[in-house]
């Protein structure tokens, strides 16, 4: 039996590594916070996922300046 883990990339190292508290790698501290924020929401057009309402798709990394398109 395997186990599945979430992986994040470490802005210390650079690796790949399981999210948890530290990098398996290089040892370093996550920094990670379990507080939710109420956030605005919309469809990114290139994937069609529902994501914050920000500059970047946090799913895709498309570039939502939907200025462009019309």
């Known amino acids: 039996m395997r186990l599945m883990y979430e992986m994040v990339v470490c802005c210390h190292c650079g690796k790949r590594v399981p999210l948890g508290k530290f990098c ?5 501290k996550f920094i990670v916070s379990s507080s939710k924020q109420d956030l605005p929401v919309d469809v990114c ?7 914050p309402d920000q500059v970047y798709c ?13």
């Open 24 to 28: 398996t790698s290089c040892g370093a």
């Open 45 to 51: 057009l290139n994937c069609g996922s529902l994501t």
């Open 58 to 70: 946090s799913v895709c990394g498309f570039h939502k300046n939907y200025e462009r398109l019309f």
